[in-house]
């Protein structure tokens, strides 16, 4: 089963991506997002206000990897 996500910054502007679609229904703050080798961004909060749409997952860049 998947579960969807969609993901914001602190402002409350889209994140990039977006959205997310996760096996993992229960996020948390803390919580890390591997979205590549070089990118993962970090759950720093939840918003779950609005029933007829997916939750909001508010995130941060966590910094990109620096290539050798």
């Not at 590549?36 to 909060?45: K, N």
Request: no cysteine; net charge negative; aromatic share 6%.
């Amino acid at each position: 089963m998947a579960f969807l996500f969609r993901l914001q910054t602190a402002d409350g502007a889209p994140a990039q991506p977006p959205t997310l679609t996760s096996a993992v229904p229960s996020w948390r703050s803390g919580d890390t997002i591997p979205l590549s080798s070089q990118r993962t961004l970090r759950v720093v909060g939840i918003r779950d206000d609005d029933p007829d749409q997916p939750p909001v997952l508010v995130v941060e860049e966590m910094g990109r990897a620096a290539y050798s």
